[in-house]
């Protein structure tokens, strides 16, 4: 029993300090009980096929769908459109909605994807958004209070509870609770942080390297000049490729995309795949060309090969309303051309982007000029910028040739930003499918069940890029620690720590 305590207490206290990983500390607690034969290699070793820690992995994948898809920002971002520019307002609704959106999701999940929204509303109503970031966590943890899945302790109770005979928490068991805490911690901070955190909200320095995909596409005019062509079931391009075409000498146009929206009668297994137009490209019915040039130049395109003219300036979902272009496979990014580049005063078309890299070449920012037009037979200059346009993948290979070229800002950072929007009503019936199963007795699945049904229908409908991506959302931090910790209430129970 000394033994069992003594490493109880040193665990609290590396814990508590926080100089090493909590996983290590719990890990080195778990062999400590095993060196010292107080558990046996299985009963060390059943943290981690409780149904617990299983159904932590399965709320992590469950969350971060929520978060890929765009489902929770788009709610939350509609929610605190509401605020105006009131401060009172905006505290309220930051609270609500993050303690809401904590009480289903983790709270780092929730606060990561409620940050950038809170500080742009703030920054928009010419607050400090200080103000508002200290309620912003506070309320993600208050949140995880309400239900029974908001917070991996609630889940331990849960356990341990029907683990000793009694009757199992329902869903909103903790709901009672949790609004009262919620009500009195945003009674507690309204006043605290304007004691505290009444400070001038300082200004930015624009000094962050790169831009967002929505500044590249305003500042070299994407939208407007970037035309959007389906292929119909008479269309005359049907079967060709692109080469065949040969769009760039007759009409004086680049094809630069090739989308395809697959909105058949599986309404819930809906994607959108895209491809960049490259020569050996087979177009079939469905098909969206996504097509720079002049517009009488497409006009003259789409009337010789009966083609559809979509809206130019949006994309498949014809019911948003915004002027966005998506990015979901296929990203841009600027290059900088070095002096010592071997591509200068070459064109665009030696260059070779196309072959050697897989990328296209959208526009030259020379100074203050921006060329759009005839790029091909374009020369290209020392300290040109040049937009490219590619898989992510390709556009962070760019990056290997820094002796060429520098590539701005961070790729892979911005396509981990890219959300799946047109999977977010997916998402949406998931989530709402698996609270079901999980609040209704009538329904005979148990609750760890329902989440791992939950986290499989997430990944097989496309709510992640791929199996990898789900992985990625997994804290196997705090899945180690729970699960190495969890043999500890064990070792108290049979060294009689606990009785005593």
């Not at 994807?113 to 742009?120: E, G, K, N, T, Y």
């Not at 970031?133 to 993600?140: D, G, K, T, V």
Request: proline content about 3%; charged content about 15%; some cysteine.
């Amino acid at each position: 029993m000394l033994v069992t305590l003594i490493i109880l207490i040193l665990s609290a206290a590396f814990f508590v300090g926080g100089k090493v990983r909590s996983d290590i500390v719990a890990l080195c607690a778990l062999l400590g009980l095993l060196i010292f034969q107080i558990l046996t290699p299985e009963e060390a070793l059943s943290g981690f096929s409780n149904s617990v820690v299983i159904m932590m992995v399965g709320l992590f994948v469950v969350g971060g769908a929520i978060f890929q898809t765009g489902l929770a920002k788009m709610i939350s971002s509609h929610i605190l459109k509401l605020a105006g520019k009131s401060e009172l307002r905006l505290f309220l609704l930051v609270m609500m909605v993050t303690s809401a959106i904590g009480a289903f999701v983790s709270n780092t999940g929730t606060v990561a994807l409620m940050l950038p929204i809170v500080v742009s509303l703030a920054v928009s109503a010419e607050i400090n958004p200080g103000r508002l970031l200290m309620p912003l966590a506070f309320a993600s943890s208050m949140g995880g209070m309400m239900t029974l899945i908001g917070t991996p302790p609630n889940l331990v109770i849960q356990n341990t509870l029907t683990g000793a005979g009694y009757e199992p928490l329902s869903f909103f068991s903790f709901m009672p609770v949790g609004i009262v805490c919620v009500a009195v911690g945003t009674l507690v901070l309204l006043p605290l942080t304007k004691w505290f955190l009444s400070g001038k909200s300082k200004k930015s320095d624009g000094s962050l390297s790169g831009k967002s995909l929505n500044q590249l596409v305003k500042e070299y005019g994407l939208s407007s000049n970037l035309f959007r062509l389906r292929v119909n079931s008479e269309s005359r391009l049907i079967g060709q490729t692109i080469i065949d075409l040969d769009v760039r000498r007759k009409y004086d146009l680049n094809i630069i995309e090739v989308r395809c929206a697959d909105s058949s009668q599986h309404r819930f297994l809906k994607t959108v795949t895209q491809k960049l137009a490259s020569p050996d490209t087979t177009l079939s019915v469905g098909d969206v060309l996504y097509i720079t040039g002049d517009i009488a130049n497409v006009n003259r395109f789409t009337e010789v090969f009966l083609l559809e003219m979509l809206d130019g300036h949006t994309t498949e979902e014809a019911a948003k309303a915004d002027k966005s272009l998506d990015f979901y496979d296929i990203g841009i990014a600027e290059i900088v051309l070095m002096p010592s580049s071997n591509i200068v005063n070459q064109t665009v078309k030696d260059a070779g982007f196309r072959d050697k890299f897989n990328v296209n070449v959208l526009g030259i920012r020379r100074k203050q000029e921006y060329i759009l037009h005839d790029l091909g037979c374009e020369r290209m200059h020392s300290g040109d910028v040049l937009l490219v346009q590619g898989a992510w993948h390709d556009i962070a290979r760019l990056s290997k040739e820094d002796s060429e070229w520098v590539v701005l800002g961070q790729p892979l950072a911005e396509a981990a930003k890219v959300t799946l929007d047109y999977k977010a009503p997916v998402a949406a019936v998931i989530m709402l499918l698996m609270v079901a199963m999980m609040v209704f007795d009538f329904i005979p699945v148990a609750p760890v069940t329902a989440v791992m049904i939950a986290g499989l229908l997430m990944v097989l409908t496309g709510c992640f890029r791929n199996v990898e991506a789900a992985y990625k959302t997994i804290n196997w931090e705090t899945i180690v620690l729970f699960a190495a910790m969890l043999p500890m209430s064990l070792a108290l129970e049979k060294t009689g720590a606990s009785a005593y």
